[in-house]
């Protein structure tokens, strides 16, 4: 099976190095094509570099890893070379499967990586529509399962999706970050070793919660006894956080409204 991927920026390069060295998916097998060919003299090792048209042309599956306001023009650059059984497929959550077939008839799937790929725990969402078979999506999973977890959802939950997933690990970050920064305003450890103590029990909790199958709220009872000193605290974030929380679902989710209505009308 030929793996095509056209754009070789953030995303397009994660999915060809992570296909190649964990897929170990040969070098005749891996496609690639970008707007600015110098980019691509690092992957002539592992990969096939070749135009869009070609990469169209003679994939089975092909990756679309451009940015939004580009993916019109790819599509139609290709539209006359793809084969009609080859699955496309849009790192785009943005531009929907409606948009995408007034210009191409082409079964297509949209795939939403997080940052966490890098080090092979994505939690990667799919969607396919409707002209995806179940045989294309047993061989996009298993190709996406070399950078994580798959996690297919309806179109119309890509959106909440992608907060959870692709946006989270930057909320996550923001979090501690305000939790370290206010930490050392209360203490004479330096920050750096805040941030190690903070980030380790971090991901250490979220490993135990996901191996013993805990729920927040067991940790919180295994930690907070009654009228104890993490009791004090969780309360406070119980308390206060909600309205943090909530404010930044309906900011976000705003904000996807309006992106998408915008990449929708460039399309
Ligand atoms: N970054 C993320 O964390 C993330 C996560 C999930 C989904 N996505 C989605 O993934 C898509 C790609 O994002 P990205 O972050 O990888 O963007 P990016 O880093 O800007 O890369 C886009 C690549 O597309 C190439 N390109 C543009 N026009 C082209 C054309 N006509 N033919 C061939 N190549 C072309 C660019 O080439 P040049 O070298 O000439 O610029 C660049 O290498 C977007 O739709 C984004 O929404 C991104």
């Not at 110098?38 to 890893?65: H, P, Q």
């Not at 496309?88 to 079964?107: A, C, R």
């Not at 190709?143 to 959802?153: A, R, T």
């Not at 992608?162 to 305000?178: H, K, Q, T």
Request: charge should be negative; hydrophobic fraction near 40%.
């Amino acid at each position: 099976m030929k793996i095509g991927i056209i754009g070789y920026g953030s995303m397009g390069k994660m999915l060809l190095w992570k296909f190649s060295e964990k897929g170990k998916i040969e070098k005749s097998d891996l496609l690639v094509s970008n707007r600015t060919k110098d980019k691509l003299n690092e992957t002539k090792d592992i990969a096939e570099i070749m135009s869009n048209r070609e990469v169209a042309s003679s994939a089975d599956i092909v990756f679309l890893c451009v940015r939004p306001s580009d993916l019109k023009s790819v599509i139609e650059e290709i539209k006359d070379v793809l084969k009609p059984e080859t699955l496309m497929v849009s790192l785009n959550g943005s531009v929907s499967f409606e948009s995408i077939h007034k210009v191409i008839g082409n079964k297509t799937a949209k795939v939403i990586p997080s940052l966490t790929a890098e080090i092979e725990r994505s939690q990667t969402l799919i969607a396919c529509d409707a002209g995806v078979t179940e045989d294309d999506k047993r061989k996009l999973k298993a190709l996406l399962e070399n950078i994580g977890d798959v996690i297919e959802l309806p179109e119309n939950e890509i959106g909440m999706g992608s907060e959870l997933v692709s946006c989270m690990p930057g909320f996550i970050a923001s979090i501690f970050d305000v939790i370290c920064t206010s930490a050392e305003g209360h203490t004479s450890i330096p920050k750096e070793q805040i941030v190690k103590m903070v980030l380790s029990t971090m991901s250490s909790t979220g490993d135990l919660m996901l191996q013993k199958e805990m729920t927040f709220k067991d940790v919180v009872k295994r930690v907070a006894t009654k009228g104890g000193i993490t009791e004090e605290g969780t309360s406070v974030v119980y308390r206060d956080f909600p309205a943090v929380s909530d404010l930044l679902f309906k900011r976000t989710l705003e904000k996807r409204r309006l992106t998408t209505e915008k990449a929708e009308k460039d399309f």
